[in-house]
């Protein structure tokens, strides 16, 4: 008898597989389409970046925690793909040298991060399918997301826009393969690799259902996030709230929609 042993199919491919359905979901968004469409001001785009650095901050401390672990360590790059020094670079320029006093952070975010140091904390596998998603999505988008905020905020340089540059890797798509081949190399169990995968799954539900509440908060709110730019942040901490979260999921889906 020939015994013919199947192939086992990549992770990689089995993340994208199984997130695509989502993904369709969370690109179709109207908080994205509008991002698309260049809808951004400074201030929501200033609020977006504390935002992000709350994420990025949880994220790079789990990851280094659990740097050695058998599954973190092959797809862990950090002087390619760190983002902390960027977005305070960012925050410097647009808050002033006293911006941590400033940060705005959403109540999503905060559980965003939480269950981030969760994962770090009880399941440092899982912590693959969240620096798989965000890291991949940053390096495919990050360039388009880059000009479309630069033209939409008048920006004459580079300054302030940081976080959509990666100094440290000359050739994304090259990069991606790599960074896909590690990914691939990690030894999981079969039960593993099915929760990991609807840790990514959850991810992607996580911001629509955000997405949800968000679009609940702009009904109410609506009339008042249209007053002028210099207004915003002297208006209630709801508005400053609203218009923030929508900035900051809008660019999470679409550096989701950019994997």
Request: hydrophobic share 35%; aromatic share 8%; net charge neutral.
């Amino acid at each position: 008898n020939i015994i013919t042993k199947e192939k086992k199919v990549d992770l990689s491919e089995q993340i994208k597989a199984t997130t695509k359905d989502i993904h369709v979901r969370a690109e179709n968004t109207q908080l994205m389409q509008r991002y698309q469409k260049g809808q951004i001001t400074l201030p929501q785009y200033k609020i977006l970046l504390c935002s992000l650095y709350e994420i990025y901050k949880t994220l790079e401390e789990q990851l280094d925690k659990n740097s050695s672990h058998p599954a973190v360590a092959p797809i862990y790059f950090p002087q390619e793909l760190s983002r902390m020094e960027s977005l305070q670079s960012d925050l410097e320029h647009f808050f002033g040298s006293d911006w941590r006093k400033r940060v705005i952070v959403s109540a999503a975010t905060h559980r965003y991060a939480e269950r981030l140091r969760q994962v770090g904390r009880e399941s440092p596998e899982l912590l693959v399918a969240h620096a798989y998603t965000r890291y991949l999505g940053d390096l495919s988008g990050g360039q388009v997301l880059g000009k479309i905020t630069q033209k939409s905020l008048g920006l004459s340089s580079k300054e302030g826009l940081s976080f959509f540059s990666f100094p440290g890797v000359s050739s994304p798509n090259r990069f991606k393969q790599l960074y896909r081949s590690r990914l691939d190399s990690i030894e999981l169990t079969e039960e593993q690799r099915v929760v990991l995968l609807q840790e990514a799954v959850d991810a992607f539900e996580f911001n629509i259902q955000v997405f949800d509440d968000l679009q609940k908060m702009l009904s109410i709110t609506g009339e008042a996030v249209q007053k002028s730019e210099d207004s915003l942040f002297k208006t209630s901490p709801m508005i400053q709230f609203t218009v923030g979260l929508c900035v900051a999921l809008t660019t999470v889906a679409m550096a989701m929609y950019a994997l």
